[in-house]
C-alpha cells in the first residue's frame, strides 16, 4: 500500500552534515506518523526522530539533527548536522496510520530498505 525509499546516506568526516530523504509513493502519507530509525551491526534499532501530530527526537541528537516533511512532495527528511562517529548506522524511515508508542518499530506499518551513514573521525 505504501513504498518507502531512503537516499542520501554516505561517508562524512566528524562535525560534517547529510540530509537523507524519504520518498513515499502508493498513496499519501500526509496523515500517518512518520519516523527515523536507526541500527549498527549487532544492535538494536534505535529511534531517532518522528514527525506526526507533534515532533519528537531521541536525546542523544536533539539539537543535532531536525526532521520535516514536504507533503506535497510526500517526503520526509532528515538534516543531520554536528555529526558524530557514533551517529555511524543504516538509517531507515517508518510510516504508521496510527503509533501507539512512536519509540516501538513494531508500531510501525511499513518500513524503507534503509541507507547507510558512515561518520568517519
Known amino acids: 500500500q505504501v513504498q518507502l525509499v531512503e537516499s542520501g546516506g554516505g561517508l562524512v568526516q566528524a562535525g560534517g552534515s547529510l540530509r537523507l530523504s524519504c520518498a513515499a509513493s502508493g498513496r499519501s502519507v500526509s496523515s500517518f506518523v512518520i519516523s527515523w530509525f536507526r541500527q549498527a551491526p549487532g544492535l538494536e534499532r534505535d529511534f531517532v526522530a518522528a514527525s506526526g501530530s507533534v515532533t519528537k527526537y531521541a536525546d542523544s541528537v536533539k539539537g543535532r539533527f531536525t526532521i520535516s516533511r514536504d507533503r506535497a512532495k510526500n517526503t520526509v527528511y532528515l538534516q543531520m548536522n554536528s555529526l558524530k562517529p557514533e551517529d555511524t548506522a543504516v538509517y531507515y524511515c517508518?510510516?504508521?496510520?496510527?503509533?501507539?508508542?512512536?519509540?516501538?518499530?513494531?508500531?510501525?506499518?511499513?518500513w524503507g530498505q534503509g541507507t547507510q551513514v558512515t561518520v568517519s573521525s
Open positions: 517508518a510510516a504508521a496510520l496510527d503509533a501507539d508508542s512512536y519509540l516501538c518499530p513494531v508500531e510501525y506499518d511499513y
